[in-house]
């Protein structure tokens, strides 16, 4: 099972929504994870209380960095600048996605950014532990919400907000982190940004058509 959800930070509280699909050809190990897009309607309150600073593995750096890349060359197709890594934000998404993966419940979105950054979460679940899981998919499991998001009416939308944050002028900077459950079978991945997107009214000049 793949879960992903997207938050604007600048709206009010919000409901999780969870729609089914399934993944086939494209999944590693060919397995048959079925996947589910949650866009968030409210979030419920969950502090964030650990302010640890957790220690990166090489494995860590390259799933970073993998995650980087592929944002940029699908920034670049957006006409927009590329995003850089930020330590501190690497940071706190990695403490998120440990808090997530000790929780192993519903993605809920972290409430301490205090409209400073954007939030992107997804997990899998597989039934034996996840060694290969790609920042590449994960990333375009996000943008490939493109399909749903209209130019002509360039609002915030449950079912584009992965898509707009990734793409969103304005960002900067991003983080990410990862952290496993159930004894490897399960991963989540936290990606922030900097400044937010999904910003009320400005969508149409922060989501630009893919013409670059």
Not at 50 to 63: D, G, L, Q, V, W
Not at 109 to 138: C, M, Q, W
Not at 152 to 171: C, D, L, M
């Amino acid at each position: 099972m793949i879960v992903s959800c997207a938050k604007n930070i600048n709206w009010s509280i919000r409901d999780i929504n969870t729609n089914h699909v399934e993944d086939n050809a494209e999944l590693l190990n060919h397995n048959k994870d079925s996947v589910e897009q949650s866009s968030i309607h409210h979030v419920a309150h969950l502090s964030l209380t650990r302010k640890e600073i957790s220690r990166f593995t090489p494995a860590h750096r390259t799933f970073q960095n993998d995650a980087l890349k592929i944002h940029n060359i699908l920034r670049a197709r957006h006409c927009v600048s590329p995003l850089v890594l930020d330590e501190e934000m690497n940071i706190r998404a990695q403490i998120y996605a440990e808090h997530l993966a000790e929780k192993d419940g519903k993605l809920i979105h972290s409430t301490d950014r205090n409209d400073r950054f954007g939030e992107n979460l997804y997990a899998i679940t597989r039934k034996t532990p996840i060694t290969n899981l790609a920042a590449e998919k994960v990333v375009r499991t996000w943008y490939d919400e493109i399909q749903f998001y209209d130019y002509n009416k360039p609002v915030y939308n449950a079912s584009t907000g992965h898509f707009t944050q990734i793409v969103w002028r304005e960002s900067k900077i991003l983080g990410v982190g990862y952290a496993s459950a159930r004894k490897g079978a399960k991963m989540f991945v936290v990606a922030q940004y900097g400044p937010a997107g999904n910003h009320r009214f400005k969508f149409s000049t922060n989501v630009l058509k893919p013409e670059c």
